[in-house]
Nanobody, 111 residues
């Protein structure tokens, strides 16, 4: 399984970004996709996850109400819509699926 996250960039506080993670290889339409992030000097932390059945999603408290995770099984792609961004959201964002990790994409939120 190969995962490629993209869509990061520089945005002002209060702005929005939409990350995408394209999966290829022997992916699963039933297993969970997750987003994690790692800020400089900090440990990697969970951001959001989505399961296939019912598209149930789960969020870290720090992003709940601001971020939305979704998936398109036909495209093997998972998305992370990030609204009302804060400087503390600055990090490298990674997607993961079936124990595989993609290269991250940098999100920088200026104050």
């Amino acid at each position: 399984v190969q995962l490629q996250a993209y869509g990061g960039g520089l945005v002002e506080a209060g702005g929005s970004l939409k990350l995408s993670c394209a999966a290829s290889g022997r992916t699963s339409t039933t297993l969970t996709y997750s987003w994690f992030r790692q800020a400089a000097g900090k440990e990697r932390e969970f951001v959001a996850a989505i399961v296939s059945i019912g598209s149930n999603s789960f969020y870290a408290d720090s992003v709940k109400g601001r971020f939305t995770i979704s998936r398109d099984n036909a495209k093997n792609t998972v998305y992370l819509q990030m609204n009302s961004l804060k400087p503390e959201d600055t990090a490298v964002y990674y997607c993961t699926h079936m124990g595989y990790w993609g290269k991250g994409t940098q999100v920088t939120v200026s104050s």
